[in-house]
């Protein structure tokens, strides 16, 4: 059901299980599963208080925090219209940089200019490239206006790739997500949810948990993401008689990081 909101689970406490889920126009939605794959704070407001008291995957979800990510999109343009970078992407260290990634080269329409003779004239392009620049945790960098985050981007552009000096700065534009991801700080691992339920536990019967804040192993990541939705399907077909593996194992570690990892 697409553009439909979900406002709050109806839960059975003595059944431990989920019976509807009310959505938008005070309607309610029935199912014999559900299925959640909302990040964990959406998660935590349309649970009602008995369902996070007894399910035990729960009781932690309050206590996680968030982190924000900044992307910044700057539009380089060089006298003769080749890129500023050829890598597909950049890990940048030792700057507000962590990661620059490249978008490809693009045509950037300029504001049109008025004319005496026609309303408007039409508006000049110029081949320019898209970076991508990523700031990851930047609790430190949200707070920083807009102007002054792209200004810092496009010195420490300059500084890596010396073809940037000569360029030309066509278009600039932060985009904010200040609850981006979970915050893995010590000790977190505990509130991660498992995708099955637990009964012995007083899980909901019937909820089953997808999301990168989960049970996976992997960090904040899309790939940790996909894991998860993977093991709550595999967690509800095998709980329906069917022993299905659906979840491709990790590839093993090198021998370079089992010795530097001292395994």
């Not at 904040?220 to 329906?240: F, I, K, P, W």
């Amino acid at each position: 059901m697409l553009s439909t909101s979900a406002h709050q689970f109806d839960y059975d406490p003595a059944q431990k299980r989920i019976t509807g889920l009310h959505i938008d126009q005070d309607r309610m939605l029935t199912a014999d599963t559900f299925v959640s794959t909302l990040p964990f704070d959406r998660l935590a407001k349309i649970s009602p208080p008995a369902l996070l008291q007894s399910d035990q995957r729960l009781q932690g979800i309050g206590s996680i925090q968030v982190s924000p990510i900044i992307g910044i999109h700057l539009v380089f343009a060089t006298p003769d219209e080749s890129p500023i970078m050829d890598l597909p992407h950049l890990v940048v260290t030792g700057s507000m940089i962590q990661w620059l990634f490249n978008k490809g080269m693009v045509d950037h329409q300029e504001e049109a200019s008025a004319s005496p003779v026609h309303e408007t004239l039409p508006s000049p392009t110029t081949r320019g490239q898209h970076l991508h620049a990523v700031i990851s945790a930047a609790h430190k960098e949200v707070g920083v206006g807009a102007d002054e985050l792209i200004a810092q981007a496009v010195r420490e552009v300059k500084s890596l790739f010396p073809k940037a000096r000569q360029a030309t700065l066509l278009h600039g534009r932060v985009v904010k997500e200040k609850r981006a991801t979970f915050s893995a700080r010590p000790g977190f691992h505990r509130y991660r949810a498992a995708a099955s339920p637990n009964r012995s536990k007083g899980d909901a019967v019937n909820l089953y948990l997808a999301g990168d804040w989960c049970q996976t192993g992997w960090p904040a990541t899309m790939e940790g993401a996909v894991r998860s939705g993977y093991l709550a399907a595999q967690g509800l077909l095998r709980d329906l008689g069917h022993d299905a593996l659906l979840l491709t194992p990790d590839l093993p570690a090198s021998p370079l990081y089992q010795f530097l990892a001292g395994e």
